[in-house]
């Protein structure tokens, strides 16, 4: 099974922090963004990953590929439980890398994977959307695609005034628990014209029509290819449905936004969690917050 991950974006918004490091190598406690969403694909199955980059984020091929010199080194020490992490992640996947040469928006991103993905559907997981949950995301969504034979987008409910923000959703029958037929999507809408506060979040499983509507759609929200305005030739054509995810995502589009990924993801760890509250309710003691 296929995945694409496009991560090709430029990460204005983290300046100065991603001038020369890309903004899927931020870490996310001490993992880079990037292998959570890479060990999510390869635990749903997908082991044959295109990661959409660019000529900025060599390093973040480096980071998938052996380090022979650490590996003698960590050999050397003993070290062998550090040794066997780093081939679990050498061994997660077949990556593949394709470089887009612009940044012309997400939409243009997924249309560089048009030969790899060939005839087969496959699932598109962004590089900054991080969702931990028991079953991957991705699994979920293609366990649906199973059931009713149709693309099938990841959803999430956001508070009202952040619609503007993501690709939004008009649910139709929700037919079976938080599956719902979809009637409209709209991307980053005026809170006024929303037609509700489910979100896209970056998860879809695709089919490869897609493609040809992608190369017939012009520019769309801030002068970007948007994916989201060719998902929506799926409605009239074969059905489009959206899944709210089961799950906790965070993401690292802004320093605020990967500050609190950081903290939550640290919540979410047993060994963590009392020692982030612990230092919580010391900066409380001391009228710090
Ligand atoms: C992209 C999609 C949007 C989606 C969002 C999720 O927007 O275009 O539909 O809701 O990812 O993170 P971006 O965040 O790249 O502006």
Redesign the pocket.
């Known amino acids: 099974m296929k995945a694409v991950i496009p991560a090709a974006g430029l990460g204005t918004r983290l300046l100065p922090m991603t001038k020369i490091q890309p903004k899927e190598m931020m870490p996310i406690l001490n993992k880079p963004a990037i292998q959570y969403v890479v060990e999510e694909a390869s635990f749903s199955g997908f082991d044959q990953i295109l990661i959409i980059t660019n000529r900025n984020k060599k390093v973040m091929e480096d980071h998938f590929d052996r380090n022979i010199e650490l590996e003698l080194a960590l050999r050397r020490k003993g070290a062998y439980k550090a040794l066997k992490e780093l081939e679990r992640i050498e061994g997660l996947a077949n990556l593949f890398y394709l470089r887009q040469k612009e940044q012309k928006g997400?939409g243009d991103a997924v249309l560089c994977a048009e030969n790899y993905v060939s005839h087969e559907p496959f699932a598109v997981l962004?590089g900054d959307?991080i969702i931990i949950s028991d079953v991957p995301a991705i699994k979920q969504l293609w366990d649906a695609y199973e059931r009713v034979k149709a693309p099938v987008i990841g959803l999430e409910i956001v508070p009202k005034d952040h619609v503007e923000r993501?690709?939004i959703v008009e649910p139709g029958e929700e037919v079976e628990p938080g599956l719902f037929e979809l009637k409209s999507v709209i991307?980053k809408p005026d809170p006024k014209r929303a037609p509700s506060n489910m979100?896209?979040?970056?998860r879809y499983i695709l089919d490869p029509e897609i493609f040809s509507w992608l190369k017939g759609s012009k520019s769309g929200v801030g002068g970007e290819l948007?994916?989201?305005d060719s998902i929506s030739r799926y409605i009239p054509e074969k059905g489009l449905y959206g899944m709210l995810i089961t799950g906790h995502r965070v993401?690292i589009?802004s320093t605020s936004d990967w500050l609190k990924a950081n903290l939550e993801v640290a919540l979410l760890d047993p060994e963590l969690r009392p020692k982030v509250s612990q230092y919580f309710d010391e900066l409380r003691a001391l009228g710090k917050i």
């Open positions: 997400l962004l959307d993501y690709g991307e979100a896209i979040i970056g948007q994916l989201t993401d589009g």
